[in-house]
């Protein structure tokens, strides 16, 4: 037999196995018991009632709410008795939610560095908390809070996820941060720790009107401990991000969105010098205007006009050694606000929408003329919906023109809730490219379009979590010139997730066509047919009580290309030691075993080819870093081995120092030699960073990156004040140079690319 045949028949059994295990998760999904948990009674406040939010917890109508004070350990013992106290309330009127919060702790050990809107809380004690408005167990919101007022929130997507998320569990949900709902947290410090009065108006929130009861639980993290605690899905298992092991928050009556009316203006003056282009120097000013309204309280439509995305930061600096693009993450508010429902597949990676084909080219921001969304829920399914226009953009750089034309770009997506936390879903993508100047149609309107399946169970022999899922996608031809089979237009795959504690794992299987290029979506890789299972053990040593767990993995990928069948890559990656000790240090050693087949000549670096091949490796890492609590934090990492057909060394590690509250600096190095038989060569990336925040009110930052790849030096410095939740002022300001030496340490060279300053406000009311 060929290596096709033995393929399809290894296709085949991996097939089987994946029915008899998605069979299993529907069964534990249909006899899993409605486990609604234990109930926080939110008490209304009367017409009357005036509640001054100073964080004091010091009105009257405090004392009358129930709290609720039965949390238990997570960390560092599961199930066990929290060492110190918390007490929380809950209040409603018409129009907010209010929760009251008293941390109890010893005031001279509160750690509370961060003072910025979103700021990592990894430094920090922290007071976080969920409401799943929609009581399906899937999504929700998230936020949080330092001692210091520090206010965090984000998105909580449906389905799982086996990536820790730092807020409840190793084995949470996913969240994103990058969402800024309007809400209020002030706090105070008291003799005998600190506590807290949070306002989320109703408004913020999407819910549905006639539910009485939503989902909520709560975590506290005592830093200096490494102690966290949970109200309820205190299990290692469970966690806070994970809404079906919520409490439930019951009593709630008469809310109100007002009109569910919002209008959000803004004002941007800016100055850009681009010497390379025709006209150097320009000052360009705009307005842009979004309008936001409720359709009903569980489903927000959005317009937006002139959208502008001044204020955002730049994306890192990284270092890529491989044939393949990488992924930068979105940071755009308008495509991050309700992003959870657009995700698909997210472990298999087919990303028929990637959110940074819009309005983005190469990094160079595309006018967005106007965008339309509306996201939300219709009974038992998620729904989201764009419709957004770009301008045409031209622009040199170095004497060479670029431009790209008008563009209009559809997406579509539902899901529907089934079985306790399972979903299944569609998508649907349209790129439409308008004609040149000269007339000419430069593309046909590409399509894409896709189903998804996300069977989880937290009931699978016993009270163990997993995950399936499973995917098929196509997209139309991108070049109706050639002829191609639905095979080579599409991706398939299934996934199998085992997140628990112990023992964890996953087994998956994808299939990539050759012509699968989705025109709003990103794909770095395509042309082949994966398997990847994966085994993980991490024990927890009773009798040694300076480490918290080991760490010790397997996992083994293997690549043929789709159609000959021929071996592309075969990967071993172990971790054959990795340690958690009770301080929250880390410590871990990775090995790698890699075989590669080159197809063709691939430039690695500048003027250095590898030839087409087979390449065989092993590659070594080292890697550590001490707990985040410290005023001075670590992280590191040593590589050493083959590479190619050579040898690499990669070092380099993040310092990051904290000298007092609301101030941070911190520096970051990669350094990476690499020796082959056809030349040597470095790649070596540097980047200073700074942040100062004078409250949580007021923040800036300045981050200066260079990489020696690009040989781009770049400075971005922005200046943000919350006049008011909503109510927004901008500065900032960014600088690129491209470095012409050989070195930037030794003889720098700079030459200027872009500067550019912009001033941008932003106001919300809402009706």
């Known amino acids: 037999m060929g290596p096709i045949t033995i393929g399809y028949n290894i296709v085949s059994k991996i097939s089987t196995f994946f029915l008899i295990v998605g069979f299993s998760i529907f069964y534990a999904e249909v006899s899993a018991q409605d486990s609604s948990g234990p109930s926080l009674q939110a008490l209304q406040l009367s017409e009357t009632a005036e ?30 008795v929290p060492s110190e106290k918390t007490e929380i309330r809950v209040l409603f009127d018409q129009d907010n939610l209010y929760i009251g919060a008293i941390i109890y702790d010893d005031p ?4 509370a560095y961060q003072l910025e809107r979103d700021a990592m809380l990894s430094t920090d004690d922290r007071f976080m908390w969920i409401l799943d408005t929609f009581r399906d167990g899937r999504t929700g919101y998230f936020f949080e809070i330092n001692a210091a007022g520090l206010m965090g929130d984000g998105l909580m997507a449906g389905g799982g996820s086996s990536r820790g998320g730092g807020g409840g569990g190793h084995y949470g949900g996913g969240s ?22 949070i306002r989320i108006p109703f408004r913020t929130l999407n819910f549905d009107p006639n539910a009485d009861e939503w989902g909520i639980n709560f975590q506290r993290t005592i830093r200096r401990k490494n102690e966290e605690i949970l109200w309820r899905g205190w299990r290692r298992t469970e966690g806070l991000r994970r809404p079906i092991f919520a409490g439930t928050l019951t009593g709630l009556k008469g809310l109100s969105q007002g009109l569910g009316l ?24 705009d307005m842009g205007f979004d309008v936001n309204y409720s359709i009903t309280p569980s489903l927000r439509a959005s317009f937006s006009m002139n959208t502008d995305f001044a204020e955002v930061e730049s994306d890192n600096r990284r270092v890529n050694l491989t044939r393949f693009p990488m992924r930068f993450p979105e940071r755009r508010d308008f495509f991050l ?20 084909n819009i309005g983005l080219n190469s990094g160079r921001q595309i006018p967005i003329k106007y965008g339309a969304r509306t996201t939300g829920q219709i009974g038992k399914y998620e729904v989201g919906f764009y419709q957004i226009g770009t301008g045409a953009e031209s622009w040199t750089v170095n004497e060479v023109l670029s431009s790209v034309p008008e563009e209009q770009f559809t997406v579509a997506r539902v899901k529907r809730r089934i079985l306790e936390q399972s979903t299944i879903g569609a998508i649907y993508t349209r790129r439409a490219t308008d004609a040149a100047q000269d007339g000419t149609t430069l593309v046909d309107d590409r399509h894409t379009a896709g189903v998804d399946l996300q069977l989880n169970s937290r009931s699978f022999m016993g ?39 112990v023992w964890s794992g996953h087994l998956s ?35 040694i009580d300076w480490i918290r767990k080991f760490d010790f993995s397997a996992q083994f990928r293997n690549m043929t290309e789709l159609g000959t069948g021929i071996l592309e890559e075969r990967e071993w990656s172990l971790k054959p030691l990795g340690i958690e000790f009770e301080s929250g240090d880390r410590f871990n050693f990775d090995a790698t075993q890699k075989y590669e087949y080159l197809n063709r000549s691939y430039q690695v670096s500048e003027g250095i080819y590898l030839t087409e091949g087979e390449y065989s490796t092993w590659d070594y890492r080292l890697s550590g870093n001490t707990a985040g609590r410290r005023k001075v934090s670590l992280y590191g990492g040593l590589s050493f081995g083959e590479f190619w057909n050579g040898h690499k060394v990669g070092y380099g590690g993040r310092v990051t120092i904290k000298p007092a509250p609301g101030f941070t600096v911190a520096l970051n190095t990669q350094i990476n030699d690499v020796s082959l038989p056809q030349g040597d060569f470095t790649a070596n990336l540097y980047e200073i ?55 930037i340490l030794e003889n720098p060279e700079l030459v200027t690319l872009s500067r550019g300053a912009s001033a941008k406000m932003n106001y919300t009311y809402r009706f």
């Open 262 to 285: 919002e209008a959000v203006g803004s004002s941007i003056a800016s100055y850009r010098n681009t010497p390379g282009d025709t006209e150097p120097t320009t000052y360009p000013r």
């Open 463 to 501: 009270n163990n979590n997993v995950e399936m899922e499973t995917f098929f996608v196509w997209n139309s031809n991108p070049d109706p010139t050639e002829t191609h089979s639905t095979e080579d237009l599409s991706a398939h795959g299934v996934r199998i997730n085992f997140p628990n504690d």
């Open 176 to 197: 994103s941060k990058a969402w800024d709902g309007i809400w209020e947290a002030q706090t105070s410090r008291r003799p005998d720790g600190w506590s807290a009065e």
């Open 51 to 80: 509640l001054d939010l100073d964080g004091q917890i010091l009105e009257e109508i405090w004392e009358m709410a129930v709290p609720i004070t039965d949390f238990t350990q997570q960390e560092p013992v599961e199930g066990g």
């Open 509 to 543: 299987y994808r299939q990539f066509g050759s012509e699968y290029k989705p025109a709003v979506g990103f794909v770095a890789r395509n042309g082949f047919r994966r398997m990847e299972p994966r085994l993980g053990f991490s024990p927890r040593p009773a009798s």
């Open 337 to 356: 606000e309700g992003s959870g429902v657009f995700s698909f597949a997210s472990r298999s990676s087919p990303s028929p929408f990637f959110s940074r």
């Open 689 to 743: 960073e700074g942040k100062w925040q004078a409250s949580p009110w007021v923040s800036t930052v300045t981050q200066v990156q260079y990489d020696e790849q690009s040989d781009l030096f770049g400075l971005f410095s922005r200046l943000r004040w919350i006049v008011k939740p909503g109510n927004e002022v901008y500065f900032v300001y960014t600088h690129n140079w491209q470095n012409l030496s050989t070195s």
């Open 108 to 111: 001279e050990g509160i750690l």
